[in-house]
């Protein structure tokens, strides 16, 4: 063995580090100029058709008969396709897929039937020269149905709730230790109370949209995604052709929170049209198309039960969730899985049930599970301080558990007690009235509230490629997306430090499916799994560089690797000193390139509990008069790992903080019991938090680095922002006014009669 294999990692010691610094984004100046090109904005292909999706006027029932006669005669009309003449498509398959994989990437087909299982699911789809033809030309179709009665009404079907298979993310249904029920029964103090979430909407900024290119046999297809191989494998599964053949690009994404894991109606369709008509095929789905068509939050109703002894020890923990899901796919958020690592209790359980509606499925939005979730039970956390007399932090850290209440295994690193101290002296937390509505302002009741936050870190498998040329500029490769959250600058931050080089001098290239494979943006494993691949993939070319050198200069022989060093540009090999461009252009003209990855989460996350931690803290104002609620000022202290760029995480923090107030205050899709369709089905009813209603927003980090993590020490971020945020506000709507609101949102209408 060589010394350098011996020691395989050339050092890159004495180079100006880059993580951990506030860099800006290295891709704001495109955007703000409009060269960031989005999935609707691509126009290197000619002769672009336009697509414009009909939906049901039903929730549920069949076709019984179609004209398109006026549509097709129609100004420049090319073609409309309806279920009677769609190309041929798979079966969509049971409501639930044998293993989670399979939830991404099954076959989904349009117009391949009848049926009509929700709301505007597409009837029909018109393609014409430009897109106004196409909306009127849709409109001239005449569609006939039979409607069925439909089940649209949670809280009229709870008797018949089902226990799903598994939950989201292949948790288990129902966790079970110790016995529950009698530890409950005995407690010296009991809390039974139960919340209401309601049905929310993504919205992300960029609709969803897509442009579908055939060439022969293959697809290429433009459009926003947060997960690439899935939606090659979808797109692959669906149009029964080899995944070789697809390939999907997506530079920038506008938004997703979950809505662009996996391929919908304006993909499918795309590709199926593209290819009748034999041009490229543009459609993107209307702001109302995506209340149906884009994925939704599910309404759930939680049943919190907490027994506690008279100091406040928990001897007793249950969440019960049941979850509105579609009968024709099933979803189950896991929303009360991260009870079961959160709190110390010797009896707890935990359970998830589901009842099947006549809807389009709901899907993974906005940290799922955990944001309802932690709404309902740091809201019940609070009413169980209050029965104790304990200050809520208090109670909180009397029960802090030693090792995960349910795996008993030790955990990588937890800060929450950390997390709610630190915001607590930062916020002013000694200044709050513990007797509810005896703050004031004027006429404003003033109140303070906590919630503390946790979430699962995760890992997936991914991979990188990186090739430095002879100019000395390195080019990093992988299928990743940027949905907004600063990949593409984190992951420049990563690459620099690895490689010795500035950050001007290198170029990351994501979302084309021709890269490397990642795991995606999603479940806030993005920064980890992206970022630990292309360190490792530095590493490579790192040890590539090196052993070449050896091998083409004998003077370099006997060179051990701690002689080697990468810093600044340069790479020091003993005594000589060269720039790394010279070399590369001197022994590689071409340039040299190497991969690197890392393997889904294994042995560390089985023998550690790997979480996120935060402590949110609101002040917030209601009108004594009108029971308007006025946010005051807002506080969180985050403890994620290692932060990789404080500038791009605070944004994310913030973010999932107005989220949280959004979900306490306003935000709310109402789903017609009647007919099944979402009445506010666009953003002029649809509520969101706007910049008056947004208060001064603190994010304050504690930083740690978690070796079990990754190699990076880094743990997810963006999703955590929004676990417990509402709750918080909640909490402090009480101590403001003593009124507990359990259904949510918190609107004025729910604090008018109790503060008359």
């Given at each position: ?17 880059h ?44 076709i ?18 309806t ?17 989670v ?14 049926r ?46 089902y ?23 005995t ?6 109370a ?10 992300p900024?960029e ?20 997960t ?16 070789e ?12 929170f ?8 304006d ?22 198309q ?26 007793a ?47 993974w ?60 002296r ?33 890992l997936?498998?991914?991979?990188a ?28 931050q ?37 970022g630990?691949a ?74 550690f ?8 803290f ?49 935000e ?46 880094s ?38 009669s109790?503060?008359?």
């Open positions: 063995m060589t010394d350098n294999q011996a020691n395989p990692s050339p050092s890159t010691e004495g180079a100006q580090r993580i951990g610094r506030p860099l800006d984004r290295v891709d704001g100046i495109p955007k703000v100029t409009g060269r960031a090109s989005y999935a609707y904005e691509h126009s290197e292909m000619a002769n672009i058709a336009h697509g414009y999706i009909q939906g049901a006027a039903i929730a549920k029932g069949r019984i008969a179609t004209d398109t006669t006026e549509a097709e005669r129609a100004p420049d009309v090319l073609y409309v396709m279920h009677r003449n769609a190309p041929a498509q798979p079966e969509f398959g049971p409501p639930v897929t044998p293993t994989p399979e939830v991404f990437t099954r076959a989904r087909p349009m117009l391949s039937s009848d009509v299982r929700f709301y505007d699911e597409p009837v029909a789809l018109v393609v014409a020269e430009t897109f106004e033809a196409a909306r009127a030309a849709a409109s001239l179709i005449d569609v006939r149905y039979e409607a069925e009665t439909g089940r649209y009404d949670l809280e009229a079907h709870l008797a018949e709730a226990a799903p298979q598994r939950t989201n993310a292949g948790f288990a249904t129902d966790s079970n230790i110790g016995d529950f029920e009698s530890a409950f029964a407690a010296a103090v009991r809390l039974d139960s919340y209401t979430t309601p049905y929310q909407h993504h919205n900024m609709p969803h949209a897509t442009i579908a290119v055939w060439s022969g046999d293959d697809l290429t297809v433009y459009t926003g995604a947060q690439l191989a899935n939606f090659r494998a979808g797109m692959a599964n669906t149009l029964q052709i080899a995944p053949r697809v390939r999907i690009v997506s530079p920038f994404t506008g938004g997703g979950g809505s662009k894991l996996i391929v919908h109606a993909t499918v369709l795309a590709a199926l049209a593209a290819r009748v008509v034999q041009r490229p095929v543009k459609i993107a789905m209307t702001r109302q995506m209340f149906a068509n884009a994925g939704h939050r599910a309404k759930m109703r939680h049943n919190i039960r907490l027994g506690a002894d008279r100091n406040g020890k928990l001897a923990l249950g969440h019960d969730v049941i979850s509105a899901t579609s009968g024709f796919e099933e979803f189950c958020e896991q929303s009360a899985v991260f009870a079961r690592s959160l709190y110390a209790a010797e009896n707890r359980l935990t359970r998830h049930r589901l009842v099947a509606m006549d809807t389009n499925r709901g899907e939005m906005r940290s799922p599970g955990e944001a309802p979730g932690m709404f309902a039970f740091e809201c019940a956390m609070d009413e169980m301080a209050e029965e104790l007399g304990l200050d809520p932090i208090e109670f909180r850290v009397r029960n802090e558990p030693e090792l995960d209440p349910e795996n008993n295994v030790p955990f990588s690193t937890r800060n929450l007690v950390a997390c709610m101290r630190e915001g607590a930062r916020f002013g937390w000694e200044r709050r009235n513990a007797v509810p509505r005896t703050m004031r302002d004027g006429r404003f009741l003033v109140g303070y509230g906590m919630a503390a936050a946790i979430r699962p870190n995760y997936g498998a991914s991979s490629r990186v090739r430095l040329g002879g100019n000395g500029h390195l080019t990093v490769q992988l299928d990743m997306t940027d949905i907004g959250t600063g990949t593409y600058t984190i992951l420049t990563i690459a620099a430090d690895a490689t010795g080089l500035p950050p001007s001098a290198v170029r990351v290239e994501l979302g084309d499916s021709n890269f490397p494979r990642t795991a995606g943006s999603g479940g806030s494993w993005g920064a980890a799994s992206a630990s292309v360190h490792n993939a530095c590493l490579a070319l790192r040890e590539r560089i090196v052993a070449e050198a050896r091998r083409r200069d004998p003077s370099l022989e006997n060179l051990v690797a701690a002689d080697v060093v990468f810093t600044n540009g340069e790479l020091r090999l003993g005594e000589r000193t060269e720039r790394l461009g010279q070399l590369v252009g001197r022994l590689w003209p071409s340039g040299i390139e190497a991969e690197g990855g890392v393997e889904r989460a294994g042995e560390a996350f089985r023998n509990s790997q979480h996120s931690y935060g402590a949110h609101a002040e917030i104002g209601v009108d004594t008069d009108t029971g308007e609620i006025r946010m005051r000022r807002m506080l969180t202290t985050i403890g994620a790992g290692r932060i990789l760029n404080p500038k791009t995480a605070r944004s994310q923090i913030i973010g999932g903080m107005v989220w949280g107030i959004g979900a306490a205050l306003m709310e899709t109402v789903l017609d019991s009647r007919h099944g369709h979402f009445v506010n089905h666009d953003l002029a009813e649809y509520h969101v938090p706007v910049h008056a209603d947004v208060p001064p927003l603190e994010v304050v980090f504690l930083e740690e680095h978690d070796e079990k993590a990754n190699v990076l020490g743990k997810g971020l963006g999703e955590l922002s929004v676990c417990g945020t509402s709750a918080a506000v909640a909490n402090a709507v009480y101590n403001a006014t003593g009124v507990r609101v359990r259904e949510f949102p918190i609107t004025l209408d729910k604090l008018l109790e503060l008359a």
